[in-house]
C-alpha cells in the first residue's frame, strides 16, 4: 500500500486558485485543480476529508488516489492534464490516405455546400474510392495532426508542421551541425528540463497478525531545473542544477558556458530551443550593462524551430542523463547536484560524442507531400 502526501508550493496554490476561478478548462484539469487543493497538506493547506471531497465533486476514492500518485510521480503541469491513452489502435490511414484527405479538405465543397464538415469529407473519401470505410473521428484527428479545421469559416494562410518557417529554421540548425570541429569556434547545444524531487519512505507498520507486505509513502518535495550544455564534436558536457529557470538562471548559465566551458574561445555557436526566457535582454536583466555586452559579442544563437525542439542535441545528452543517472526517487537538490556532477565526470573522461546523421537531404524527402495551396477560404 502506499500513501501519497501533497505539499503544494504558494505558486503552485496560486496557480490551481486561479483555474478553479477563472478561465476556460477542461474538467479534468478543474477536477484536478480541486482535488490537489483540498488534499495539500503544505504551509498553504486548507485540507479536508477525502468523503467530502468526493461528495461534492461526485468522484470514487480511487480517482483523488490517482490524481495524489500522479502529482508526486510525474509532476504539478503533468497532473492538470489527461493522460494519453495507452490503447494500441490498428492504423486505419497511411501517409498516402491522409495526404488525399488534406488535399480534399483544401478543395473546394460539392455544390450546395458552403464548406466541408467532418461526414462530408469522410463519405466523399469513400465516394472517391480512396478508402473502403473511414469515420468521420478519425478525419478529425488527421486534421488535428495537420492543424487544419475545415469546420470554421476563417480566412488566411494555412499553418502546416514543415511550413517554410519551420523548413527555414531547420536547415539552418543542420546546416550548422555540418560545421566542422574548431576550438576557435565550438557549436554547443542547450536544453534544459525538470526534475521533481521525490522521498520514499516506509509509512505504516505492518500489523501483527497480518500479512507482510511493504508499505510506501511518497511525499513531494518540490522541482528543480537542470540546464544542459553539451559540445557534440568533442564529448563535452556541463550540467547546472537550479531552482527556477528564470530569464536570470538562464543568463548566468550562459556565462557559466562563455567563462568556464569555453574561455579561450574566439566565437561560441549556441543551439537552442527558442523559448521566452532564452534572449539576449535576459543578460541585461542579470548583470551590468558591460559585463552583458561582453557575453552576448561571444555567442551567435541558433534557435530550432517551433515544434522542433527535437533538433537539438542538448535533449540527447539530457535523455541519457535521466536513464543513467536520475531514473530514481531523489529527494534533494543537494543529492541531485552531486550525482549530476559524478556523470558528468564520468561521460565527459570517456569523450562521448553524438554521431548526428539526420541531414538536409534527409529532411526534404521527408517534407515530400501533395502541394497545398498557400492562401485559401476554409
Not at 505492518?206 to 550544455?229: C, L, Q, S, T, W
Not at 535576459?282 to 557575453?295: D, Q, V, W
Not at 556532477?341 to 569523450?351: F, G, I, T, V
Request: net charge positive; proline share 4%.
Amino acid at each position: 500500500m502506499i500513501r501519497y502526501t501533497i505539499k503544494l508550493s504558494k505558486q503552485e496554490v496560486e496557480e490551481l486558485e486561479a483555474i478553479v476561478n477563472k478561465g476556460t478548462h477542461k474538467s479534468q484539469t478543474y477536477r484536478a485543480a480541486y482535488i490537489l487543493l483540498n488534499t495539500d497538506e503544505g504551509n498553504y493547506s486548507r485540507k479536508v476529508t477525502n468523503e467530502r471531497i468526493c461528495e461534492v465533486l461526485r468522484i470514487g476514492m480511487r480517482t483523488i488516489d490517482r490524481v495524489k500518485k500522479r502529482f508526486v510521480e510525474e509532476g504539478f503541469e503533468a497532473t492538470l492534464e489527461r493522460r494519453p491513452t495507452q490503447r494500441v489502435y490498428e492504423r486505419k490511414v497511411d501517409g498516402d490516405v491522409e495526404a488525399k484527405l488534406v488535399a480534399l479538405c483544401c478543395s473546394a465543397p460539392p455544390e450546395g455546400y458552403a464548406r466541408w464538415s467532418l461526414r462530408l469529407l469522410a463519405g466523399k473519401m469513400v465516394e472517391l474510392e480512396y478508402i473502403d470505410k473511414i469515420s468521420h473521428v478519425t478525419g478529425r484527428e488527421r486534421f488535428k495532426k495537420n492543424e487544419l479545421k475545415p469546420w470554421k469559416v476563417k480566412g488566411g494562410v494555412i499553418p502546416r508542421a514543415h511550413g517554410g518557417e519551420f523548413v527555414a529554421h531547420m536547415e539552418n540548425v543542420l546546416d550548422v551541425y555540418k560545421r566542422p570541429y574548431t576550438p576557435a569556434n565550438p557549436v554547443v547545444c542547450m536544453d534544459e528540463s525538470p526534475k521533481q524531487l521525490i522521498e520514499m519512505r516506509d509509512s505504516i507498520p505492518v500489523k501483527p497478525g497480518r500479512e507482510a507486505r511493504i508499505d510506501y509513502e511518497y511525499i513531494r518535495h518540490g522541482v528543480v531545473n537542470i540546464f544542459m550544455a553539451n559540445e557534440p564534436l568533442k564529448g563535452k558536457r556541463m550540467v547546472e542544477v537550479t531552482t527556477t529557470k528564470t530569464k536570470v538562471d538562464w543568463a548566468h548559465f550562459i556565462k557559466k558556458i562563455s567563462d568556464e566551458m569555453f574561455p579561450q574561445a574566439d566565437r561560441i555557436t549556441l543551439v537552442m530551443d527558442n523559448f521566452k526566457t532564452h534572449t539576449p535582454g535576459a543578460l541585461y536583466e542579470a548583470f551590468e550593462p558591460e559585463g552583458a555586452k561582453r557575453i552576448w559579442d561571444r555567442f551567435d544563437f541558433v534557435f530550432t524551430p517551433k515544434h522542433g525542439s527535437w533538433l537539438n542535441m542538448a535533449e540527447i545528452e539530457l535523455h541519457v542523463l535521466n536513464r543513467q543517472c536520475l531514473n530514481r526517487h531523489i529527494s534533494t537538490m543537494e543529492e541531485i547536484k552531486k550525482e549530476a556532477a559524478l556523470w558528468q565526470e564520468h561521460r565527459n573522461n570517456k569523450n562521448s560524442t553524438i554521431n548526428w546523421q539526420f541531414t538536409n537531404k534527409d529532411a526534404r524527402i521527408k517534407l515530400i507531400a501533395v502541394p497545398l495551396k498557400s492562401k485559401i477560404v476554409l
